[in-house]
Structures are given as structure tokens and as C-alpha cells.
């Protein structure tokens, strides 16, 4: 069984900046791409940035310049730095990752808790 674990959600004022860590752990033999998604209430959850095993980078439109994703393959965990934070960043944040359970097997999606991102005065 695979958890992804996410940490660093909070409230910030605008202007402000956070990061979000997420740990994957379990038996599994690798993980190929991993993301992180957010849903704001009323809509539907969207993906703002992902990262390749290879780290190459994604990012949404209303994200891009302001956000940074990256990984640490020895550690099963990819971070998402938030800068320049908006009163409409304001969302529950979820970590995503296919993870093989063996060589030969077809990725599959993990998805964790998610953590809530407030950006208010």
C-alpha cells in the first residue's frame, strides 16, 4: 500500500509564501510523475504544476512564475514553493503520484489528503 502524506498548508496574507512537501511511502518500486492539484469550493479540482521523474516541469497559466515544483527521487517527496500568494490561490492543495509496483507495471494515481492553502488579510 502507497500514502502520500502533504504537509505545510496554513494561512498567509497576500504577497506571502508557503511550501507544501509531500512524502510518499510504502512498497513500491518507483514513482514516474508527480503534481500537485488544488479545489477551491464550488469548482473543480485543476492541476497546478507537475514534475516528470527526469524533472521536467508543468505549470498552470495562473500559476506559472509564481509557483516552483520540484523533487528529491531519494526521498519519494516533491515540494511545491508558493510565492507572490493570492486571495484566489485559496484552495485544498492535494499531492498526486503514479507509483509502479513493479518494473513492469503500468503506473498507477495516488492521491493524498490534501492541505488547506488560505491566502487572506
Known amino acids: 500500500q502507497v500514502q502520500l502524506v502533504e504537509s505545510g498548508g496554513g494561512l498567509v496574507q497576500p504577497g506571502g509564501s508557503l511550501m507544501l512537501s509531500c512524502a510518499a511511502s510504502?512498497?513500491?518500486?518507483?514513482?514516474?510523475?508527480m503534481g500537485w492539484y488544488r479545489q477551491a469550493p464550488g469548482k473543480q479540482r485543476e492541476l497546478v504544476a507537475r514534475?516528470?521523474?527526469?524533472?521536467?516541469?508543468y505549470y498552470s497559466d495562473s500559476v506559472k512564475g509564481r509557483y516552483t515544483i520540484s523533487r528529491d527521487n531519494a526521498k519519494n517527496t516533491v515540494y511545491l514553493h508558493m510565492n507572490s500568494l493570492k486571495p484566489e490561490d485559496t484552495a485544498v492543495y492535494y499531492c498526486?503520484?503514479?507509483?509502479?509496483?513493479?518494473?513492469?507495471?503500468?503506473?498507477?494515481?495516488?492521491w493524498g489528503q490534501g492541505t488547506q492553502v488560505t491566502v487572506s488579510s
Open positions: 510504502g512498497s513500491f518500486f518507483s514513482i514516474d510523475g
Open positions: 514534475i516528470a521523474r527526469g524533472d521536467t516541469e
Open positions: 498526486n503520484a503514479e507509483v509502479r509496483g513493479s518494473w513492469y507495471s503500468e503506473p498507477k494515481d495516488y
